[in-house]
């Protein structure tokens, strides 16, 4: 996802990272030899830019799927702008952050500062220098040394559990050793308490900062904290507004927080463990019990690496160079942050029914830019996690009426479309069993045939604040046109092709589920995409309620008639139909990419690559992914292309690497590109292994000449998520030169599938 067009950054990021005076992480950070997949991470990536387009991305210390991240916070973060940017020098905190994306808001945050000689505030007044020979980043643990007045330093070290941090500071032995815990803003209302005798502080934080993109209120949501320190204290008290409040250990309002003071002995650290939670200060004090029920920093740390061991070391490789072991593991790295755990052992609060259940929760789901990819890759990779991830979205269902589109952790009305409906599709169709399925169809069949409320009186703009939520913007216009009227809602050309796609996945369930008859309705409606297709100009194009053409750029969604005219994922054969044949749509693929109408910083064109296996030029796709791949990504602060969006961008990478990615994700197949190692295995949940071998494989040697699935020969440039997760070994010969190799596979249009 996109706010602008960021035509910067269509440069390729290596290329940008070069005028911009960065040098490769590599570089930048030379460390001792990795070892273990933990140490090919490099969380810079994707964290240097200007504006909003961008990576967005942070140095976020976090389980896999953590409810809260911890990172340096070098600015104000809020909607547009992260707690963390590398062209940075100061730090003004360490925060407890559960911003998802650049583009989203933070909400429930909590805020810690180390600090020499008394209370100070204000960011301004808090912040101190760093350098980056100073500073080390790793998905288990962060540090840095910052510069103080007089020459002395502090160095702060920072680790985390699923719902806690830990974190650990270092003074000089000269000057008053105090940490500042900021609970709320200037504006926000909250409330912090210190309670000496048993060296904590307590409170919480209501801000929710993209509260105006959704309907609900949600008057009892707060982040609630509790910092539990390790030495007595021997000074304390609570501030607000930016003033100390005298005579009192509590204090309810704006801009409040508390600031302890400690007796500074050098080279003995000051230690805190922050426990998170939305559900109580109790369910804070009940988190750090659980997940840190004594201290040793180092322990924890370690624990936390061996996590991300085990996660990360699903995947290995041979054949890749310095700098994309690095890509690849922190793509991987990027891809198991999202969605974010949002229960506490066994409870949850709803933020969309205001109250608290029993259960297990997950939020800040992307769910427009991760259908894509994020999703199906989780499945081969955290398949433990889809079962309750999908629950999760259900639970939202049965709490506020829908599932939602881009939960943040409630309804936010960001983007178009119901695509939760592919992700329940994609779990269904592979076999997950740990939710609902009746209620899933229940769910989706709702997004399909029940318009939003107010729909004839809105015009459903994007980001627009303060509306009902915005399920399929323009349904009831749909249900009897068939298609959206660009007259009477925003983005209607957009909504109108991408929700052909959401109702193929409805139409999925329904099959799937036993409702044979609404399987063959929603197969022929996911069909309605062809009518904005114009012949007379060969694009799709919206239309106005009176069936006239509207201007050929009215109606698109981050995005125009180029990036949209192969949107039917469902159906790019049935696409291929409306253009003339293969010839033609080879053609305007052609024209597409070399137009420089390919915007791979935003996750309309991710599938576009992959198209060539549909037109009878496979070789065309395995040069194009291989293209994308080496000028889209890089091992440097700019190496995300656009903005991450909970794991997409770097979800591609991945699909890209292992040589196959999901253009239908609610199909449960595969589309073949060009492995970019010479070995690549994946070690899956049911104990079985899937390698993908490149033989001959280089950067020239793109082209596959032949290809063999458990030594049999695959003639067609699909596999699917059946095959893969059987084991066993997919392997490629590669060459220098295109070869005939899968040219003559040509898929059936939707239009055979109707019963």
Known sequence: MAILAGGALRLGTARLALMLGILPISVIAAAAAPTTPIDWVNPYIGTAGSGSEYGGTMPLVTTPFGMTNWTAQTRQNRVGVSSYNYADTHIEGFIGTHQPAIWMGDYGYVTLMPELDGAKYTPAARRLRFSRKDETASPAGYAVTMQAAGGRQIRTELTATDHCGYLRFWFPKAGQAGVLIEATRPGIHGYVEVDQARHEVRGYNPDRQ??????????????YFVVRFRQPMNTAHVYMDGAAVDGRHDVEGSNVGAYVGFDSTAGEPIEAQVGTSFISVAQAEANLDAELPDWGFEARRQTLKDTWNAKLGLVDMDGADTDQRQ?????????????RLFSEHGHYYSAFDDKVHAGESYTDYSIWDTFRAEHSLLTLLAPERIDGMIQALLQDYREGGWMPK???????????GTHADSLVAEAIIKGFHGFDWQLAYEAVHKDATVPPAGDATRRWRDREPHTPYEARAGLSYALKLGYIPSDKVAEAASSTLEEAYDDYAVARVAQATGHADDYAYFLKRSANYRLLYNPARGFMQARRSDG???????????????VYLFAALHDAAGTIDLLGGTA?????????????????????????????DFTGSPWKTQARVREIAASAYSNTPTGILGNEDCGQMSAWYVFAAMGFYPLNPASGDYMIGSPLFGRLALQLANGKRFVVTARNNSATNVYIQSATLNGKPLDAPVISYGQIMAGGTLDFVMGPQPSRWAAAWRPKPLAALYP
């Open 584 to 612: 033609a749509a080879e053609a305007k693929l052609d024209a597409h990419f070399d137009g420089g109408h390919n915007h791979h910083d935003n996750e309309p064109s991710h599938h576009y690559g992959y198209l060539y």
């Open 327 to 339: 890509i690849f593991y922190t793509a991987l790295y990027h891809a198991l942050l999202y969605p």
């Open 548 to 562: 006239s053409w509207a201007q050929p750029t009215e109606g698109w969604t981050e995005g125009d008639q180029w």
């Open 406 to 416: 881009w939960p943040n952790p409630s309804y936010t009305n960001i983007m178009i």
């Open 210 to 223: 993209d509260a105006v993109l959704g309907p609900l209120a949600l008057p009892n949501f707060r982040g």
